[in-house]
């Protein structure tokens, strides 16, 4: 065999399926497949055992037959450009079809060409397209380059099955799907003596299934309770992420007894776009009875080192529902019973707050009274003009107050009237009286603001806010809605420390006015007088 053809066939069984190139870009396979109308070329592939041989020749030729030779020149067609080692076309046309052969001085070397037509509905020969696998999830890569034309290229664009697609810097490159398989086409486009020309290179892609096995697992819990009725029907479905070789089976107790209810369904099959295998089965129990209660059913994919089961337990719906029904239903009464309980007991409080206050104080026989060093409980501040249209404050006042907290809860009051000695310094006298007094009440109405004993209130309010050391009681004994009269500073008292005279309610002992008052009172020891009657003897209040 000639030294030429032994090397053609060596390389041929190597590069089959690969390229045109070796160094590069020279034309190695004997059969060539060629598109009429593109740019074409055959190149002598120069081994690195021949050197350029200046002084050799080096002649083309074509034959429609073997041995049947017609020397090519530049001026036999203007399609065609001969340079040494290489044989141009601009373009390659179908009348180009045959055998060329290259002259080096007694050495030949062959290719036959085939030139074939332009596909009309499709973008590429499919003749002419090289087929690529690619694993699913692998790296997908197209490069649309051409080694030879590189040069002459003005623009290159890439189709998918002949749409166009977006791509980066000449290359696609992604992780493959299954949606990638398809032809891939780079048209490359370039000038020739100021006409375009464009050449084609396609790639058969192919996707194909991930040869790394996955463990196969049946999907959901291992074990599995399922309420049934007996006399109905029920699916077990059962699924599994497997390999494409993996079984998955059911299997129950059947030796014994007849199951001629129980049927297992065709598998189904599905395949995610990434390649992993999804199959399910469903194992079908018509008209249950007895028989196919409490036993397992199981599900079992397996594969050559492993299996995974998953087990399924028909009971009867009652037994199912019954105990976690009893369990639960016990639990959330016990909890709404405490609930209950603990809502009471709040709302008792707040509403019986006071009363509760009052008992504790008197259960623990607190008195806060003895060790502070003052004379008065509490400074009683009232409109003193004593007009008739404020008589029954003035009574309430001079008369009530004192009646009640002092006779009947044995509290000490002073009141200006009763406790003053007329004459000296009256404001000093007040503000000396209001420093040795716990509590400082306030009966108000209309008219108190614009009197003299502003300054109780004033000087109360002092003590009150600033140094702390008496708190305010205000009593509102004539209801008014227009509280704009009272300086800012008695507007931020809590409104608990307001309290409200109701003419007819608040006569009794027991009544919340008083025990309000009471509350706000210092807490002391009481020295209950026996022959108190229950309720205040009746009052020309109204
Ligand atoms: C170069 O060609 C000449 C004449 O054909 C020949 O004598 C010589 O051996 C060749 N040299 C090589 C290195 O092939
Ligand atoms: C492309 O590849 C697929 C899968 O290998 C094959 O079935 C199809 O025939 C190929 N198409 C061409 C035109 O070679
Ligand atoms: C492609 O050709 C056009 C028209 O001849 C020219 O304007 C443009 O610059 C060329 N682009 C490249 C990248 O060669
Ligand atoms: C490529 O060239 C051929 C022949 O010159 C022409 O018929 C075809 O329309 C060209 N394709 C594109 C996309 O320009
Ligand atoms: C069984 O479960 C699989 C996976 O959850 C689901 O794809 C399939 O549709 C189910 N079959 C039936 C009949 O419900
Ligand atoms: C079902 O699976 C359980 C747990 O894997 C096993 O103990 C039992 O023997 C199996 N039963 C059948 C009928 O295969």
Not at 34 to 50: D, I, T
Not at 340 to 361: E, K, N, P, S, T
Not at 501 to 509: H, R, T
Request: aromatic share 12%.
């Amino acid at each position: 065999m000639h030294r030429g053809q032994l090397l053609l066939a060596f390389f041929t069984f190597m590069c089959i399926s690969t390229s045109d190139s070796f160094e590069g870009h020279c034309t190695l396979r004997y059969n060539i497949t060629a598109v009429e109308g593109e740019p074409f070329y055959l190149k002598y592939c120069l081994f690195p055992s021949e050197h350029e041989n200046e002084s050799t020749t080096i002649k083309w030729y074509k034959g429609n037959k073997p041995h049947e030779r017609v020397e090519l020149s530049s001026s036999s067609s203007p399609r065609v450009t001969l340079h040494d080692y290489v044989l141009e076309f601009w373009p390659v046309e179908l009348e180009d079809n045959g055998f060329y052969f290259l002259q080096m001085g007694n050495y030949t070397h062959e290719w036959e060409l085939h030139v074939i037509r332009r596909s009309k509905d499709r973008c590429f020969a499919e003749k002419r397209v090289k087929n690529k696998s690619v694993e699913v999830k692998k790296r997908l890569q197209v490069s649309c380059e051409h080694i030879y034309y590189r040069k002459l290229i003005n623009r290159t664009s890439l189709y998918k099955n002949c749409e166009m697609i977006e791509y980066n810097k000449n290359q696609l490159q992604k992780n493959a799907e299954f949606k990638d398989q398809g032809y891939y086409t780079c048209m490359f486009f370039l000038y020739h003596h100021a006409k375009l020309f464009n050449v084609t290179d396609t790639f058969n892609i192919t996707i194909v299934e991930d040869h790394s096995n996955i463990i196969p697992v049946v999907l959901g819990p291992k074990l599995n309770h399922v309420g049934v009725e007996l006399g109905n029907d029920v699916q077990l479905n059962c699924s599994a992420l497997l390999n494409k070789k993996n079984k998955l089976y059911w299997n129950f107790q059947e030796e014994n007894e007849e199951y001629s209810n129980v049927h297992e369904e065709e598998e189904i099959r599905t395949q995610s776009s990434e390649g992993k295998w999804l199959a399910s089965k469903i194992l079908r129990i018509e008209n249950i009875n007895e028989k196919n209660l409490n036993i397992l059913y199981n599900c079992t994919v397996a594969s050559e080192g492993a299996t995974d089961t998953r087990s399924f337990i028909l009971l009867k719906k009652e037994d199912l529902i019954d105990i976690p029904g009893h369990v639960f239903t016990r639990g959330m009464i016990i909890a709404v019973l405490i609930l209950g309980i603990v809502v009471c007991l709040v709302i008792v409080g707040v509403i019986y707050r006071v009363d509760l206050a009052l008992f504790y104080r008197h259960f623990m026989g607190r008195d806060e009274t003895l060790t502070d060093g003052k004379t008065y409980d509490a400074f009683v501040s009232y409109l003193r003009e004593c007009r008739p249209e404020h008589g029954e404050e003035h009574t309430f006042a001079v008369e009530i107050l004192p009646r009640v907290l002092e006779k009947h809860f044995g509290y000490k009051l002073c009141i200006f009237e009763r406790d003053v000695v007329p004459g000296g310094a009256v404001v000093d006298e007040i503000h000396s009286l209001i420093e040795k007094s716990r509590r400082l009440i306030i009966v108000l109405s209309k008219s108190y603001m614009s009197n003299e004993v502003r300054y109780e209130l004033e000087s109360g309010l002092h003590e009150a806010l600033v140094e702390r050391k008496i708190k305010i009681i205000l009593i509102e004994f004539t209801p008014f809605s227009d509280f704009t009269f009272l300086p800012q500073s008695l507007k931020l008292l809590k409104s608990h420390r307001v309290l409200k005279w109701k003419a007819d309610k608040s006569l009794s002992y027991n009544s919340r006015f008083w025990k309000n008052l009471l509350y706000l009172m210092p807490a002391k020891m009481v020295k209950p007088c026996g022959d108190e009657p229950e309720v205040l003897p009746m009052l020309s209040l109204s």
